[in-house]
Nanobody, 123 residues
């Protein structure tokens, strides 16, 4: 079955950086657009970044544009989220997800999810 395992979360001060990783197995990785989502305390899960099958097309939520970068070396079956200039409002559990067929920041597009990794940004 599909397994998505996130890592790289932690506690960081405002202005700092983290790189999240998501290792994928049980799927043909290169055929699936991928996305990163997050869910903050008391908030709904929201799309953060998405990337096409070959990595040539990306999209970001307005709140993270210019600060976050999604990438995917298909040879490693891994998708990354580089997060720079972190803010306290970025505090959330971050989830990796595999899309049914196209890139999107809408969670309904995704049918496979990881367990999540906690990111906490202190002020």
């Amino acid at each position: 079955q599909v397994q998505l395992v996130e890592s790289g979360g932690g506690l960081v001060q405002a202005g700092g950086s983290l790189r999240l990783s998501c290792a994928a197995s049980g799927l043909t990785f290169s055929r699936r657009p991928m996305g990163w989502f997050r869910q903050g305390p008391g908030k709904a899960r929201e799309g953060v970044a998405t990337i096409s099958r070959n990595g040539g097309t990306t999209d970001y939520a307005d709140t993270v544009k210019g600060r976050f970068t999604i990438s995917r070396p298909n040879a490693l079956n891994t998708v990354y989220l580089q997060m720079n200039s972190l803010k306290p409002e970025d505090t959330a559990v971050y989830y990796c997800a595999a899309s049914r067929g196209f890139i999107s920041l809408n969670r309904s597009t995704y049918d496979s999810w990881g367990q999540g990794t906690q990111v906490t940004v202190s002020s």
